[in-house]
């Protein structure tokens, strides 16, 4: 797929560090057949902590930004992006600890934070120019609260 000026996307990170997140940005031109450069829309560069980091980006780091999927409630083994750190960040639902957080496990880290269900979203995978919502486990995750 071809982005052009503008255009909303997520730029996915294998950086140190950063490895699982996704960034808000927009394509502020294309750079050659295979690159762009993105504007982040929550990245200040590191000298000027008000101007909005840019990047060149190859495209297969960046993807359209997803539709949202309202979902009542997450289950237990979902994956879900949860909102930290000025990103989205994929993890899985480890455990529901209060009836308002769920406990979301982030391989790339080995750590577990709690989050509140509005920080959180059900993870798609952008593949041959189609949304695939990940696939729900219907396993509910009770909380000590019950």
Same mark, same amino acid.
């Not at 797929?1 to 990170?13: A, I, L, T």
């Not at 880290?109 to 577990?112: K, L, S, V």
């Given at each position: 797929? %071809?982005?052009?000026?503008?255009?909303?996307?997520?730029?996915?990170?294998n950086?140190? #560090?950063?490895? #699982? %997140?996704?960034?808000?940005? @927009?394509?502020?031109?294309?750079?050659?057949?295979?690159? !762009?450069?993105?504007?982040?829309?929550?990245? +200040?560069? $590191?000298?000027? @902590?008000?101007?909005?980091?840019?990047?060149?980006? *190859?495209?297969?780091?960046?993807?359209?930004?997803?539709?949202?999927?309202?979902?009542?409630?997450? &289950? /237990?083994? $979902?994956?879900?992006?949860? =909102?930290?750190? $000025? #990103?989205? =960040?994929?993890?899985?639902?480890?455990f529901?600890?209060t009836?308002?957080?769920y406990?979301?496990?982030?391989e790339s880290?080995?750590?577990?934070i709690?989050?509140? &269900?509005? *920080?959180?979203? /059900?993870h798609?995978?952008?593949? *041959?120019?189609? =949304? !695939?919502?990940s696939?729900?486990? *219907?396993? +509910?995750? !009770?909380?000590?609260? %019950?």
């Open positions: 797929m %071809s982005f052009k000026k503008g255009d909303s996307v997520e730029v996915h990170s950086q140190e #560090g950063f490895v #699982g %997140s996704y960034f808000a940005a @927009k394509v502020v031109m294309p750079m050659g057949k295979n690159k !762009y450069l993105v504007e982040y829309q929550t990245l +200040v560069t $590191d000298d000027d @902590k008000k101007q909005m980091l840019q990047e060149v980006v *190859n495209a297969r780091e960046i993807r359209p930004t997803p539709p949202e999927i309202l979902v009542p409630r997450f &289950y /237990l083994l $979902d994956t879900v992006d949860v =909102w930290d750190n $000025d #990103g989205w =960040w994929v993890g899985r639902v480890n529901r600890p009836l308002k957080e406990s979301v496990y982030f880290t080995g750590e577990e709690d989050y509140p &269900y509005h *920080n959180m979203r /059900l798609q995978e952008w593949e *041959n120019g189609k =949304w !695939y919502p696939p729900r486990h *219907n396993v +509910v995750s !009770y909380s000590r609260d %019950s």
